[in-house]
């Protein structure tokens, strides 16, 4: 969902294909219900403005890093009201180098406070998905079934593995495992996992 993700109304609007109307109303509607998404969101905002970094874990110090926030602070202390009259006067709407820096100054920032909103639960999640997998990996090692059952591959939030009929309570196995990590970070409210069994990927 677009709101969920920090999406404009704009963005609403592109993906319901209904009114800019509908659009703003919807996105005021989200705030209202979830107040503390708009909180996080400021909260992140200020944050990665401020140090250059988002923490995406706090229990693994996993950090994702602005590359050019020092030059990005460096202009944002040439940003006075002096140079916000000059650029009125001079500059604003011409499309010449100074409204190029000011366009790409707000852009890296905004990219930014959307990616504030949205790494920590991206990036939580592939840290939740690693940790299960790594357990899962050990427990095929230890248990002998190193080349009977197989990891196919990691899709976002998704775990693919083939395993022999016979080892049936493989995937009951694979769906705790993958709870239990989820627990390790996420202690308010518990992440289910289900496992979903076809001789293709039902994705």
């Given at each position: 969902?677009?709101?969920?993700?920090?999406?404009?109304?704009?963005a609403?609007q592109n993906?319901?294909?209904?009114?800019?109307?509908e659009?703003?109303?919807f996105?005021?509607?989200?705030?209202?219900g979830?107040?503390g998404?708009?909180?996080?969101?400021?909260?992140?905002s200020?944050?990665v403005?401020?140090?250059?970094?988002?923490?995406?874990?706090?229990e693994?110090?996993?950090k994702?890093?602005?590359?050019?926030?020092?030059q990005?602070l460096?202009?944002q202390?040439?940003?006075?009201?002096?140079f916000?009259?000059e650029y009125r006067?001079h500059?604003?709407?011409?499309g010449d180098?100074?409204?190029?820096e000011v366009r790409e100054?707000f852009?890296?920032?905004s990219?930014w406070d959307?990616?504030?909103l949205?790494?920590?639960?991206?990036?939580?999640?592939?840290?939740?998905l690693?940790?299960?997998q790594?357990a899962?990996?050990?427990?095929v090692i230890?248990?002998?079934?190193f080349n009977k059952?197989?990891l196919?591959?990691?899709t976002?939030?998704?775990a693919?593995?083939?395993?022999?009929?016979?080892?049936?309570t493989?995937?009951?196995f694979?769906?705790?495992?993958?709870e239990k990590?989820?627990?390790?970070y996420c202690?308010?409210?518990p992440?289910?996992?289900e496992?979903?069994?076809?001789?293709?990927?039902?994705h």
């Amino acid at each position: 969902m677009s709101q969920q993700f920090g999406g404009s109304a704009q963005a609403i609007q592109n993906s319901m294909g209904c009114s800019m109307e509908e659009a703003e109303a919807f996105a005021e509607a989200y705030q209202k219900g979830f107040p503390g998404i708009a909180k996080f969101k400021k909260w992140g905002s200020e944050h990665v403005r401020k140090f250059g970094y988002i923490t995406l874990c706090k229990e693994t110090g996993h950090k994702t890093f602005w590359w050019d926030h020092k030059q990005w602070l460096e202009r944002q202390k040439r940003f006075t009201p002096e140079f916000w009259e000059e650029y009125r006067l001079h500059h604003k709407g011409t499309g010449d180098y100074i409204a190029q820096e000011v366009r790409e100054h707000f852009k890296a920032a905004s990219k930014w406070d959307r990616k504030a909103l949205n790494s920590v639960t991206q990036g939580l999640g592939a840290i939740i998905l690693k940790d299960s997998q790594i357990a899962v990996f050990n427990w095929v090692i230890d248990n002998g079934y190193f080349n009977k059952i197989l990891l196919v591959n990691l899709t976002h939030d998704e775990a693919n593995w083939e395993y022999p009929k016979e080892l049936e309570t493989f995937p009951k196995f694979l769906s705790e495992t993958m709870e239990k990590s989820a627990a390790k970070y996420c202690k308010s409210l518990p992440i289910p996992a289900e496992a979903s069994v076809d001789t293709h990927w039902v994705h």
